[in-house]
Nanobody, 119 residues
Framework: QVQLAESGGGLVQAGGSLRLSCAASGRTLNIYEMGWFRQAPGKERELVATIRWDGGSTSYADSVKGRFTISKDNAKNTVNLQMNSLEPDDTAVYYC????????????WGQGTQVTVSS
């Protein structure tokens, strides 16, 4: 079983910064990538950023490019999301996701952490 523990959400004014962290524990075999998704009220869950575990290539939603940076610590099985120049539209519950391969693809989600950006 894999557990994902997210931290770092909160309330911030527009233009401010927050840093989210997600630590994976348990049977984290052959991690392929980790990433962050978000879901605002009344909207579908959307991808924010992902990072490949080998090589570290990253991808970002257009709406966060240049403002958010995803990084990882392989030794600690941790992925971070540095969010700068936050906007009210960034308000959402942010979810960490892990995807790996072990005799088949598997994925796990964190419980989510609330990010609220006030105008």
């Amino acid at each position: 079983q894999v557990q994902l523990a997210e931290s770092g959400g909160g309330l911030v004014q527009a233009g401010g910064s927050l840093r989210l962290s997600c630590a994976a524990s348990g049977r984290t075999l052959n991690i392929y990538e980790m990433g962050w998704f978000r879901q605002a009220p009344g909207k579908e869950r959307e991808l924010v950023a992902t990072i490949r575990w080998d090589g570290g290539s990253t991808s970002y939603a257009d709406s966060v490019k240049g403002r958010f940076t995803i990084s990882k610590d392989n030794a600690k099985n941790t992925v971070n999301l540095q969010m700068n120049s936050l906007e009210p539209d960034d308000t959402a519950v942010y979810y960490c996701k892990l995807r790996g391969y072990n005799a088949g693809w598997y994925s796990h989600w964190g419980q989510g952490t609330q990010v609220t950006v006030s105008s």
